[in-house]
């Protein structure tokens, strides 16, 4: 039989049991394998080398404050909606060196880095694509280029994943996000019950499938799949209407709504943490007992801490009511002044894993009430 | 978009790896009142010292290995390019590391950074430059140019405070400019026994004077609180929104308006500022713990 041809946009099949295939075909291409596996009773990113390793059977319920892995009854590795990580640890590590120096006459570099592993991100999610795409902006800008997200980012191979089963706090389809994929992906899966449906996104995606056993898929498995897909856009767990931002914010920074929200909200972080655009980060240096040499390191930070705000002059944000208003007013507003876009993809994170279930698709429009105009 | 847009003045900036500073010398220290010394450094690439340039009211972090960054405003002449001068107030953690330096000591510099006082389009004004504090180093390379180019604008007066006489800065050099036509009006907060002058804040100084509106632009830098009531003079005396410049003070920790910390809105104060015309942040400048 002479090989399927295959180009950048055809939509190959690839029978379910070979994606142990693709990802070894990944590892051979001298990628580490990064994708979903089970862990503290969540979905976590991490290191994996088989199918096997992620989570077949498993689906997921959020609601505001809860996140539970439950049997999905079926053999989907996919049915999940992702945990609290995102792909930003890999590309903007929550923690990283940025060089370490001594003390001799001067300081002095010690050693060199590491260069970064090229990874191949297995199981991303439409939303997760647009939230790199948005943390792109933000690294990869004209006139500053982040030297440590951009080695990561430019090697990176990205297998995507069409979301078919939104989860509770999924508003993707209101931020045009998802849950289709549209573009950002080298290969694009729509996960069926016997097949992979193989949307090829790059040359280098055109790659990674030459020599594993695809087929041309049949017009039904494609129908199927088309109406899973269209399917899935009704099934959000929740909405939000985006019409009036950033205005709707930017007029209401007096709004009597940011005290209430400051009497529930902990200030914990856990919000800005979870979420995959948000890209604000310290500095720290370590260095040793005799002061002869330190280790610079860069760390997520958060608009939520206390230390992120304070200047010699005092603290510009002291409490928790200007810290919130902050990390909303930036997502949902000033965002877009600086980037041309809005920073939420509408993956519901922040709903999910606030600890006093805190849901900006009920701020928003709380906000909206009795705006002046 | 447009009044970001028109802040953007600054040039690229890119220090090459994340973080990584230029090691420079400290030359001399020059003692300039309490708790606050004058760092006159030099770059130790003499190949960086020859290409290094700034303009008024930008600003370098200094790097204290083991302390971390500290954003400092060059006070220095723009001109002056071999040692380059930051006047430090010792008061967190990095700056009183600084205060420990000797001469020959090294320090690590990334910049400068951030937008500059528009000396170049203020040809032919007449100018106010109202300063409390620590607020007159970020000026004194604006007031430098001036003095090398003074015919070219009209009218300059200087309004300065401090908390007491003995903590006025650059006190030496007050005459010369004075000698150059610079209208120089002092007020301390407290005086002492030898305080001849004006006692109370930097504001009330604006009815010490009559200015025209139409040819006038105001320079000001010092305590947020200084700043508010300074611009509620200008504005009182009908001096337009886009004449009125301010130079924002928040925690920064990059430079380059990637770290996120020093936001109002849709500017990163690091990058779009610290010098902006007051009506790009007038939505902003009265929001409370903004």
Redesign the interface.
Known sequence: MAELPINVGSVVALPKPRLDDLLAKLREKGYQTIGPRVGDGTVQYQPIRGASEMPQGYTSEEEAGKYRLVSSGNSRYFDYTPGAQSWKQIFFPPRIT??D?C?NG??KPVGSLEPSPRYALVGVRPCEIAAIKIQDL??L????????YQERRKNAFILAVNCLRPGGTCFCASMGTGPQLSSGYDLGLTEMDDVFLVDVGSAAGKDILSGLPVAKPDAAIMGKAKQAVDAAKTKMGRQLDISDLPDVL?KN??HPEWEAISKRCMSCASCTLVCPTC???????H?SLN?TE?E?E?VW?S?FNPG??????GN????V??RY??WL??KLG?WK??YGVLGCVGCGRCITWCPVKIDITEEIPALRKETRS | MTALAAVRTSAAVNDGGLLKPSWAEVVKIQPEAEGIATYWLRFQDSNLSKAYRFLPGQFNMLYMPGYGEAAISISSDPEQRDVIGHTVRFVGNVTRAINRLKIGDVVGIRGPFGTHWPVENLEGKDLIIAVGGIGIPPLRPAIYHILRNRAKFGKITLLYGARTPSDLLFSSELDEWRKSDIDIQITVDRADSNWQGQVGVVPTLFYKFRLDPTRTAVLTCGPEIMIRFVVFEALARRVPTNQIYVSMERNMKCGQGSCGHCQIGPYFVCKDGPVFPFSAVEPYFNVEDF
């Open positions: 940025l060089f120096l003390k001067g300081w933000a690294f800008r004209t006139d500053f280029v982040d030297p440590v930017l920074l007096d890209f604000c980060w310290d500095t720290q240096d260095s002061g330190t610079r860069r930070d608009c992120y705000s304070y200047q010699a002059g510009t944000r002291p409490n009511r200007s208003r902050q007013t930036h000033s002044q600086q």
